[in-house]
């Protein structure tokens, strides 16, 4: 099937970022008196829009993060993504071959504008994403695993849901594709292919990726 649109997400599909994230994440929640793993902040935690950390650790403890959580964690992992960050292997040929063939594509983040751009400036793929092709959990009520970004994204992009296909990583975009009725293809680079159930198919290297869409 030839689609319309084709909706990434940020994390861990275009940029490396998700063990840098994630390392951070689990360092601070433990820092603050919440013990976390870096396997457990993965689990729990990747592919989640920001509100959802502090709500997961309100639940699970009676307590509330410090007002200053967000600010404080995205200074760190902006300052780390400016040392270290680096996009994901063949995805500037998979946004090259998108560009060639005329597919329409975007991204759509639970990360913040200001994380997806310190993200793709320090990799290059600004060069890919200009203001008009970039959505965030910011621009919606709800993020993942809630269809509200997606089909934001959708409705912007002037497709109809059931003519897109998103690539995710993580249990709660595909969990939000789904919901948006939207075909769904999940990247096991770094995520179980038993915690991406429901997806229209796998895939473990970008490079895979043209033939599936394709193109």
């Known amino acids: 099937m030839r689609y319309d649109l084709v909706i990434f997400d940020n994390d861990g599909v275009l940029v490396d970022s998700e063990p840098i994230s994630n390392r951070l994440l689990a360092g601070y929640l433990t820092e603050l008196g919440h013990p976390t793993t870096y396997e457990e902040s993965i689990r729990d935690y990747m592919g989640s829009a920001m509100h959802r950390i502090h709500d997961l650790v309100r639940e699970r403890t009676g307590q509330r993060l410090p007002e200053d959580f967000d600010d404080t964690f995205h200074a760190r992992v902006f300052s780390a993504f400016r040392e270290e960050l680096e996009p994901v292997e063949g995805t500037v ?82 969990q939000a594709a789904l919901a948006a009725g939207m075909d769904v293809y999940g990247f096991t680079a770094m995520t179980p292919e038993e915690r991406l159930s429901g997806v229209t198919g796998h895939f473990s290297r970008m490079e895979e990726l043209p033939a599936i869409l394709g193109l």
């Open 93 to 174: 040929d998979v946004l090259k071959r998108l560009v060639a063939d005329g597919v329409p594509y975007c991204v759509a983040s639970s990360g913040s504008h200001e994380r997806i751009r310190v993200g793709h400036r320090k990799t290059g793929l600004d060069a890919f994403f200009p203001d008009a092709l970039v959505y965030s959990a910011e621009d919606v009520g709800r993020g993942k695993p809630a269809p509200d970004l997606f089909l934001h994204a959708a409705e912007r992009m002037g497709v109809a849901p059931e003519r897109c296909v998103v690539v995710e990583d993580s249990r709660l975009g595909v």
